[in-house]
């Protein structure tokens, strides 16, 4: 196995310190082990990520000086080796994040003077809408899970908090069961960079934590502590799990399998402000540091008003439709 210091370094940092979720840490991590293959493969113009060496035949220490040492042309030269290879646009600026945010705190920690990053800029992006469900989807999601069992009980409340909510599946698997309010009606949400935040919970997706928790004391005996939601051995469930869960209540109920857990979120946020809710609350509910990374649901809601304007205007119809 590769045993790069400043890597390790920088990942225990992202999270222990910044409190980045475990799957955005394995990204971080992926990111960067595949940027010292490519050290290690050397420069070459048709050179693809195929081409380069596998992760356990490196020379740990010989990489890691050459990522100390690397220019902004040896890091176009990754950059370039991700085009031939077909990567998509929002890949390789998600590769070239990485490398930014690692070569930053390289200067933060002294062991570096300058970033041969900071001189790149990031590929312009295909904008994307997010995917989200529709409310009548939401709902068919809602009566998949079997509540008559424990389990069943479990993934409804689950599916309920996370729409109700707008979470984060990191924020979700990280609940305790102390982050219910005395009320129920409020959750406390840790989130990216250990920001906390409170944020309100709606009736059903109430009811539905009450009844696993009833249910879960019932069949273990014991008040419930630590993890709001655990698998069948008492343990915290991580965010696989869920997503694995998802995947066949999404089938179940006769949804497009490829919409992710983060779809409930992306669609408690369109949901929220087609129903006439102000941006900035949004914002504050999601944990969003900046109104931009919110702004991307007004598209989604000024298209749906198009097409209800389009639709019932008088004006808005051409002659002879």
């Known amino acids: ?15 222990g310190e910044r409190n980045f979720s475990a799957h955005t840490v394995r990204c971080y991590s992926a990111d960067l082990v595949q940027f010292a293959r490519y050290l290690a493969a050397g420069p070459g113009e048709d050179l693809k990520a195929d081409d380069l060496p596998p992760e356990e035949e490196l020379d740990g220490p010989r990489v890691e000086q050459a990522m100390l040492a690397a220019e902004p042309m040896v890091v176009r030269g990754f950059l370039a080796m991700m085009r031939n290879s077909g990567y998509s646009k929002s890949t390789v600026a998600r590769k070239l994040a990485s490398l930014r945010s690692f070569y930053k705190h390289l200067i933060r920690t002294g062991v570096i003077e300058a970033s041969p990053v900071s001189v790149l800029r990031t590929p312009r992006q295909d904008r994307r809408l997010p995917k989200f469900l529709d409310v009548q989807q939401i709902d068919a999601l809602l009566a998949a899970p079997d509540t ?104 179940a109920a006769g949804i497009d399998v490829h919409i992710s857990p983060h779809a409930l979120r992306h669609s408690f946020a369109t949901h929220m402000l087609n129903a006439g809710a102000d941006l900035r609350s949004v914002q504050e509910m999601l944990g969003h540091a900046n109104l931009s990374t919110t702004q991307i649901y007004t598209h989604i809601t000024s298209r749906r008003l198009k097409e209800i304007y389009d639709r019932t205007h008088p004006l808005a119809k051409r002659p002879g439709a």
């Open 1 to 15: 196995m590769l045993t790069l210091p400043t890597i390790n370094r920088f990942l225990d940092y992202i999270d």
């Open 148 to 251: 008559s069992c424990l389990l069943g009980s479990r993934d409804r409340a689950i599916i309920e908090t996370i729409y109700s909510a707008g979470l984060r599946i990191s924020e979700l698997t990280g609940l305790n069961a102390e982050d219910l309010d005395e009320l129920g009606e409020v959750l406390r949400i840790c989130g990216k960079g250990r920001k906390e935040r409170m944020v309100p919970l709606g009736a059903k997706a109430i009811e539905a934590i009450h009844a696993y928790l009833a249910m879960r004391k019932a069949e273990l005996g014991a008040e419930p502590r630590g993890a709001l939601f655990v698998n069948r051995f008492g343990r915290r469930l991580s965010d696989r799990s869920i997503r694995r869960k998802l995947d066949g209540y999404l089938l």
